[in-house]
């Protein structure tokens, strides 16, 4: 039995499929992988990449800032703070925002810098997602 996968963000649903083999999600605390038929669970997400092999069609790959993930039943769903499919992503916006952001990194005060920090790696996430499709 194939794993229903909803990935939802504060602007609505973004992508619903019912024929995933496997997901692929960012844990806070490292990669969790989902199979169909796993234990429920319920996790926070990291900034990263989530991949869903699909049977019928090729894989999905999105770009996340994290959020949440609950699985129950064969069914994945996923609370993201953000998520963009990889093959609607803006390589060059992704860049220059990549960029100005380890600009500023050098001239920030300490407090400034872990927002900076996480700025880089949503961008360094939404260019490696864009750049493997």
Known sequence: MPLSVEIITPEGKLLEVD???????????????????HSPL???????????????????LLSTSGGFVEV???????????????????????????????EQLHRVEETERAELESAIARANTRLRAARSK
């Open 19 to 37: 024929d995933a083999t496997h997901v692929l999600l960012p844990g806070s605390n490292g990669q969790i992988g989902i199979l169909p038929g």
């Open 72 to 102: 129950h039943s064969d069914h994945v769903m996923v609370l993201a703070e953000t998520a963009e499919r990889a093959d609607e992503i803006d390589v060059e916006r992704a860049e220059r925002a990549l960029e100005r952001a380890k």
């Open 42 to 60: 319920a996790s926070s997400l990291d900034v990263g990449l989530i991949d869903i092999d699909r049977q019928a069609e090729e894989s999905e």
